[in-house]
């Protein structure tokens, strides 16, 4: 009987052992999905560089009022541009030489 009561507390033990070792796994991995999160702040090099984008405007001419402008999530923060795939920081004061009238 002891013998039972013995093997009872060493699988209760491993269990426990189990969970906290998946705890630690999970606590591991919230820091890694903070960090792909702001990894997905994105730019497109290539196409930033071939249409001279630079992030301040031109006169009046800004991404703000650009037919291209994909807008984030409000009117200050950073969007896209329909012609620069991937790129996440294309700035509403921004400018390129594909600027296009909305
Ligand atoms: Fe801005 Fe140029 Fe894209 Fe228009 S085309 S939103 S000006 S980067």
């Not at 009561?5 to 033990?13: P, V």
């Not at 702001?38 to 992030?55: E, F, G, P, T, V």
């Not at 006169?59 to 402008?69: L, P, V, Y």
Request: proline share 5%.
């Amino acid at each position: 009987m002891s013998a039972q009561k013995g093997h009872a507390m060493k699988s209760s033990q491993i269990q426990r052992r189990q969970f906290l070792k998946l705890g630690s796994a999970a606590l591991a991995i919230i820091p890694v999905i903070a960090f792909s999160g702001r990894a997905a702040a994105a730019i497109n090099a290539a196409m930033r560089a071939s249409l001279k984008y630079q992030d301040k405007p031109e006169g009046e001419k800004r991404c703000a009022n650009c037919a291209q402008f994909v807008p984030g999530k409000t009117a200050k923060d950073r969007g896209g541009c329909k012609l620069m795939p991937g790129d996440t920081e294309i700035s509403p004061q921004g400018y390129c030489i594909a600027w296009t009238k909305k």
